[in-house]
Nanobody
Framework: QVQLVESGGGLVQAGGSLRLSCAAS????????MGWYRQAPGKQRELVAL???????TYADSVKGRFTISRDNAKNTVYAQMNSLKPEDTAVYYC?????????WGQGTQVTVSS
C-alpha cells in the first residue's frame, strides 16, 4: 500500500519558518491533487493548501502570502513552506494525496508556534 511519510514539524517561535515534507512510498498513479490539511484542538479539519496536477494552487485565506505549497513528482513528495508563523497556526498537519481512485493520508505531524 502507499504510505505517506511526513517530516518537518516541530516547535517554532512566532515569526519563524518551517518546511513540511510528505513523501509517498511509491509513485502514485492517477494523481489529481496533493495538499495539506490541519486540525487544531477543538476545531474541525481545514484545508491549508492544495496543488493540483496542473500545478495550480489553492490556499486558505488565513495562510495566503505566508505558506507555499510545491511538489517534486520525481521524488513523489509534496512540501509546505510555512513562513511568518503565528500561534494560530498551531495544529496537527496532515498530508493528503488525491488520485482518481482514492485519497491517501499521512499520520499527521504536530506544528506548535509559540508566542
Amino acid at each position: 500500500q502507499v504510505q505517506l511519510v511526513e517530516s518537518g514539524g516541530g516547535l517554532v517561535q512566532a515569526g519563524g519558518s518551517l518546511r513540511l515534507s510528505c513523501a509517498a512510498s511509491e509513485t502514485v498513479f492517477g494523481f489529481t491533487a496533493m495538499g495539506w490539511y490541519r486540525q487544531a484542538p477543538g476545531k474541525q479539519r481545514e484545508l491549508v493548501a492544495l496543488i493540483n496536477s496542473g500545478d495550480s494552487t489553492t490556499y486558505a485565506d488565513s495562510v495566503k502570502g505566508r505558506f507555499t505549497i510545491s511538489r517534486d513528482n520525481a521524488k513523489n513528495t509534496v512540501y509546505a513552506q510555512m513562513n511568518s508563523l503565528k500561534p494560530e497556526d498551531t495544529a496537527v498537519y496532515y498530508c493528503m494525496v488525491r488520485t482518481i481512485f482514492r485519497s491517501y493520508w499521512g499520520q499527521g505531524t504536530q506544528v506548535t508556534v509559540s508566542s
